[in-house]
């Protein structure tokens, strides 16, 4: 079953414009992870969030967690064609077996 | 670092016909994940292998699905006999303990069930 759901489905935006999606998940996490899929690819890893994190930083991204309302969400500044993507939310849940559960993924298009 | 291999990377075959994907892990990765990724969905993990052991295997339908990682090292999944909702793109990955960090993903293998 699906943890997280990402906001929106799909996005599209201008090149330069910053783009924003969000995660909402169910149960109490460990860690949250951000993922970006290129089309007919594999997923790459862009960003780790600990639950007791608020938010983080890395180059262009930033990702913020807030545990209380089960939300997180990916910042994209200054977005380029290349940015182009699926981006995931996965989580590792407290219960049971530590595994990554991921969202549906919103579909992320930059247009030049 | 060499990446996660997989292969084949496109297969095509029709239901009831049995198909097999190789995954060789980054080196010295201890576990190795096997997930489906049908079209427009995230990926959902099948099989969790740590070093030769299975560690979750709560989503791999068994009656069809077997994967098997011997020597602890590179791994197969099979599917026998393939259904139509079979079709998805087969996603392998590793990471270097059992205890969840980041995941390295292979490039996929783009199964189509006729």
């Known amino acids: 079953s699906q943890q997280g759901e990402e906001d929106p489905q799909a996005l599209s935006i201008q090149e330069g414009e910053n783009a924003t999606m969000n995660c909402s998940y169910k149960t109490s996490i460990n860690n949250l992870q951000w993922y970006r899929q290129n089309s007919g690819r594999g997923l790459v890893h862009l960003i780790l969030i600990r639950s007791n994190e608020r938010e983080k930083h890395s180059g262009r991204l930033r990702v913020t967690l807030d545990t209380s309302k089960k939300s997180s969400s990916l910042l994209i500044t200054a977005s380029r064609a290349a940015d182009t993507a699926s981006y995931f939310c996965?989580?590792?849940?407290?219960?049971?077996?530590?595994?990554?559960?991921f969202g549906q993924g919103t579909r992320l298009t930059i247009n030049p | 670092e060499a990446g996660v291999a997989q292969s084949p990377r496109y297969k095509i075959i029709e239901k009831r016909q049995s198909v097999a994907f190789w995954c060789n892990p980054i080196s010295g990765h201890a576990t190795l994940y096997w997930y489906q990724q049908i079209l427009g969905q995230g990926p959902k993990l099948l099989i969790q292998f740590q070093n030769n052991g299975v560690v979750d295997d709560s989503q791999l339908p068994k009656d069809r699905f077997s994967a098997e990682r011997l020597k602890g090292v590179d791994s197969t999944l099979k599917i026998q006999p393939a259904k139509l909702e079979d079709s998805a793109v087969y996603l392998c990955?590793?990471?270097?303990?059992?205890?969840?960090?980041?995941?390295?993903f292979g490039p996929g293998t783009r199964l189509l069930v006729l």
């Open positions: 996965a989580t590792d849940t407290l219960q049971g077996a530590q595994k990554l559960v």
């Open positions: 990955a590793s990471s270097t303990t059992s205890h969840v960090k980041t995941q390295y």
